[in-house]
């Protein structure tokens, strides 16, 4: 599999890792948008938002519960943060393994495309 994040969540490819349990990982984004910007992903390989199954969706709402709290450990939960997916080509999506931006430590643009 030459996916980068299944190759960062083995620990193939080195990134700054500040979560990670037997489901889900997340690390520094390598290029960041804002003061913190952190990517959360499944360890399991799903390509995008839209190949989610129904029996993966405590799965999202893990991502999300565990992108809270590193915004609490980043000290950005009470001034506020973004979550965002894209999902595809034309929502933005470069790298094809679901994965959860947090981005916040800045006032970020009102507009979302
Ligand atoms: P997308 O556009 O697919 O939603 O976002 C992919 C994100 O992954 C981008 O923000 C990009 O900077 C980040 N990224 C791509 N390759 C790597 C990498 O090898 N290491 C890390 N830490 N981030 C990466
Ligand atoms: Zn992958």
């Known amino acids: 599999m030459d996916c980068i994040f299944c190759q960062i969540a083995s620990g193939k490819i080195p990134s700054d890792i500040i979560y990670q349990d037997e489901e889900l990982i ?9 003061p913190v910007h952190l990517i959360i992903i499944p360890r399991k390989h799903i390509p995008s938002l839209d190949q989610l199954s129904q029996a993966d969706s405590s799965l999202i709402g893990r991502m999300i519960a565990i992108a809270n709290q590193l915004a609490k ?3 950005i939960a009470d001034k506020g943060y973004r979550l965002a997916i894209n999902s595809g080509e ?5 790298v094809p393994h ?4 947090l981005l916040g430590g800045r006032r970020l ?5």
């Open 26 to 34: 997340a690390f520094r984004d390598i290029k960041p948008q804002a």
């Open 98 to 101: 679901l994965h959860l931006h």
């Open 90 to 94: 034309e929502g933005g999506q470069l």
């Open 109 to 113: 643009s009102g507009t979302l495309g």
């Open 73 to 75: 450990g980043e000290g």
